[in-house]
């Protein structure tokens, strides 16, 4: 009995193994794509479209003895104030990341004189949205999908007890 019980569980993880399923995972965005983060860039164009979550990343590169990566509140931004910064981003490396950990408006800029030629980023953070709900199981003529599923399924899960129930008798 204690090998039947194995035997079905075995079978059952090795379908839910087999099943996609949706994942969530945090995105990494290379500040500027290939042109990365230097002047004369509008990265206000560049953030367009896109949708920054929790949990994202922005990940710069740069010069790192002619720019750095400074978070400012909002009328620093727009004045490119670099004096008192919420937050230095910049870890010396010239490939530094930004984590995008709360949600709310990230303002950063360069405070080396960057900002001045358009080396600024605004973006907003999101929590992620709700999954998709499932659409209902739509009809085949007469038979459902789940119907047709199984009916592949169920022949080819008869051919894998069979390897499974060797493969599971060899470990005793």
Same mark, same amino acid.
């Given at each position: 009995?204690?090998?039947?019980?194995?035997?079905?569980?075995?079978?059952? *993880? &090795?379908?839910?193994?087999?099943?996609?399923?949706?994942?969530?995972? $945090?995105?990494?965005? !290379?500040?500027?794509?290939?042109? #990365?983060?230097? %002047?004369?860039?509008?990265? !206000?164009? @560049?953030?367009?479209? =896109? /949708? #920054?979550?929790?949990?994202? @990343?922005?990940? #710069?590169?740069?010069?790192?003895?002619? /720019?750095?990566?400074?978070?400012?509140?909002?009328?620093?931004?727009?004045?490119?104030? &670099?004096? /008192?910064?919420?937050?230095? @981003? !910049?870890?010396?490396?010239?490939?530094?990341?930004? !984590?995008?950990?709360?949600? =709310? /408006?990230?303002?950063?800029?360069?405070?080396?004189?960057?900002?001045?030629?358009?080396?600024?980023?605004?973006?907003?953070?999101?929590?992620?949205?709700? %999954?998709?709900?499932? $659409?209902? +199981?739509?009809?085949?003529?007469? +038979?459902?999908?789940?119907?047709? *599923? $199984?009916?592949?399924?169920?022949?080819?899960?008869?051919?894998?007890? %069979?390897?499974?129930?060797?493969?599971?008798?060899?470990?005793?």
């Amino acid at each position: 009995m204690a090998r039947f019980t194995v035997l079905i569980v075995a079978v059952v *993880l &090795a379908f839910l193994m087999a099943v996609p399923m949706p994942g969530v995972t $945090a995105k990494k965005y !290379t500040v500027g794509e290939n042109k #990365f983060w230097n %002047p004369n860039i509008n990265y !206000t164009i @560049w953030a367009q479209g =896109k /949708h #920054f979550y929790l949990g994202d @990343w922005l990940y #710069f590169v740069f010069d790192r003895n002619q /720019h750095n990566i400074l978070e400012v509140n909002k009328t620093d931004y727009e004045g490119c104030i &670099a004096d /008192h910064p919420i937050r230095n @981003w !910049t870890r010396g490396a010239g490939r530094d990341i930004v !984590t995008l950990n709360q949600t =709310k /408006h990230y303002y950063l800029l360069d405070g080396k004189g960057g900002c001045y030629g358009g080396m600024k980023l605004a973006v907003k953070v999101e929590k992620l949205p709700p %999954p998709p709900k499932s $659409a209902p +199981v739509k009809s085949i003529g007469s +038979v459902s999908m789940v119907t047709g *599923l $199984a009916q592949f399924l169920i022949p080819a899960s008869l051919f894998a007890f %069979p390897a499974m129930w060797d493969l599971i008798s060899r470990m005793w």
